[in-house]
């Protein structure tokens, strides 16, 4: 099994689908994983685009065993498998000038036909190809297809099934370009012949080009690799995903820098054109790989169902799911790295949160997470945990500390209460809070709501207990003393 990028931009969804389903067929059968940058086209390759693709594949935790290997290490290779199909006479020289395949080409549009090179190089005498070639007359290289009548091309697709094509219907297509160097098509084919390619797992934009591949198998007398070709990936509106058209939320990068959990998007994307024929929609990695299976790949285009511009669904729902499910169900030790990782890049990490404050740390991400949707959760609306500085929702304080005139005072009242506290813990601050509002012949709602506004800036979060225990007791006695600062808004 092999991924093959061609290095020319960012790692999207569905380059990164075609790796996860070669590293999944891999990891069931046994295989070997290679990684291949397919690096031949030099003008549009880049090295930010494979360290793109290396970062992204190790993020998304789809390890290679072998690799990267690189295209372009190969060129020798590639160009002897030229050289023996002219040898062997399934290819030919062709002398045609650009001026000469334009007229052709003209000709044909005229006559109203899809224009084929006519394959006149191929009945050059050898003495006139001689000729040419000690007349230093440019040349490149062309496949020599079978052109008897009732020649086909046959190879099957897992997915697609057998498919055959008139051997008529396709161009004596190049493999060397005039300065000699190979064409992607040949290259591709050479390349999975030496890294001993058992299947080719791709997407269907690849199909159009097989016929001519397997051509080129047949013509070298090598066994075909086995085919699958997957489904494109198209949007709602049945568009093919771009980055010119979609934007970010095409690219692995984006879902790394807005919180999503590499094994939620690994999930996410292995149902995108894949289903395991049960109901099962949440796989662990070792489940992922026991229910995978190349014939479970669907033919139907699979859709990303993206709508721009609504900040909610900022990309598809489903994969939004799917992540808050990840960040509620995972091993904490699983979650953890990547939590750091997110308050690393907003700086609200503390190095004491993995020493002395480890136990805290771990509580207040238990306590937070059953409501969180991306890792950004933590520094935003998780913010007030770790941060005395955090976003008040002024729709919160108008409900719960302005609309009963007295609830700010109460505010201050409870803060010495919780100071007298020995031991500050949710069972203690439910009693001291409830006692207080009996005290007051209030409604203990009253104070519980307007606590939790004064701690968190919000009206909805966590059970209040556990995070009055969690943020401790000087930060609550702290932000409960100063909440002058906050009913500035009341009207
Ligand atoms: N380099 C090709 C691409 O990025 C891969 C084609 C293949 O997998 O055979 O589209």
């Not at 693709?53 to 072998?66: A, S």
């Not at 080009?209 to 990936?233: C, D, R, S, V």
């Amino acid at each position: 099994m092999r991924f093959a990028p061609s290095p020319t931009g960012y790692l999207h969804l569905g380059g990164a689908r075609t790796a996860l389903y070669n590293w999944l067929w891999a990891r069931k059968t046994n295989g070997v994983f290679i990684l291949r940058i397919e690096d031949t086209d030099v003008e549009r390759s880049t090295e930010d685009s494979v360290q793109e693709i290396l970062d992204g594949l190790t993020w998304l935790g789809l390890d290679w065993d072998e690799g990267p290997f690189l295209q372009s290490a190969n060129l020798d290779q590639h160009v002897d498998a030229a050289q023996e199909l002219l040898e062997t006479g399934h290819a030919y020289r062709c002398f045609c000038t650009k001026e000469e395949l334009e007229q052709q080409r003209q000709e044909a549009e005229a006559r109203k036909v899809a224009f084929m090179y006519d394959g006149r190089c191929r009945k050059l005498s050898k003495d006139e190809v001689e000729a040419k070639i000690a007349g230093r007359v440019p040349f490149v290289v062309r496949f020599a297809v079978p052109r008897d009548p009732g020649a086909t091309v046959v190879f099957e697709d897992i997915v697609f099934g057998r498919q055959e094509k008139r051997c008529l219907d396709i161009e004596d297509f190049v493999v060397l370009r005039s300065d000699g160097r190979p064409l992607y098509l040949l290259s591709n084919a050479v390349d999975d012949r030496l890294d001993r390619i058992t299947h080719v797992i791709r997407g269907a934009d690849g199909l159009a080009n097989t016929p001519k591949q397997a051509l080129i198998y047949e013509a070298l007398g090598w066994a075909p690799p086995t085919f699958a070709h997957m489904p494109l990936t198209l949007d709602s509106k049945k568009t093919k995903l771009s980055k010119r058209r979609h934007g970010e939320v095409v690219t692995i990068a984006y879902y790394r820098a807005r919180g999503v959990l590499p094994w939620a998007l690994c999930n996410f994307m292995a149902l995108l054109g894949w289903s395991s024929g049960d109901a099962r929609e949440f796989f662990t990695r070792e489940e992922l790989i026991e229910a995978f299976d190349l014939s479970r790949i669907n033919r139907a285009n699979a859709i990303f169902n993206y709508v721009p511009g609504d900040p909610k669904n900022w990309t598809d729902p489903k994969l939004i799911h799917f992540n808050a499910h990840y960040l509620r169900t995972l091993p904490l030790d699983e979650l953890l790295p990547c939590v750091k990782e997110e308050l690393q890049r907003t700086g609200l990490w503390k190095d004491s949160y993995d020493h002395n404050e480890r136990q805290w740390l771990r509580d207040a991400v238990e306590l937070m997470r059953a409501r969180f949707h991306t890792l950004e959760d933590f520094s935003t609306t998780g913010r007030f945990f770790f941060a005395d500085e955090f976003r008040v929702d002024p729709k919160a304080v108008q409900r719960n500390l302005c609309k009963d005139a007295h609830t700010h005072a109460y505010m201050s009242q409870l803060a010495p209460r919780f100071q007298e506290l020995s031991s500050f813990d949710k069972t203690s601050t439910e009693e001291t809070i409830r006692s207080f509002a009996a005290e007051l012949n209030v409604s203990a709602g009253l104070i519980i709501n307007g606590c939790r506004t004064t701690v968190s800036g919000s009206a909805v979060g966590p059970p209040l207990f556990e995070m009055l225990e969690a943020i401790g007791k000087e930060r609550v006695v702290n932000r409960l003393k100063q909440v002058d600062r906050m009913i500035a808004v009341c009207g």
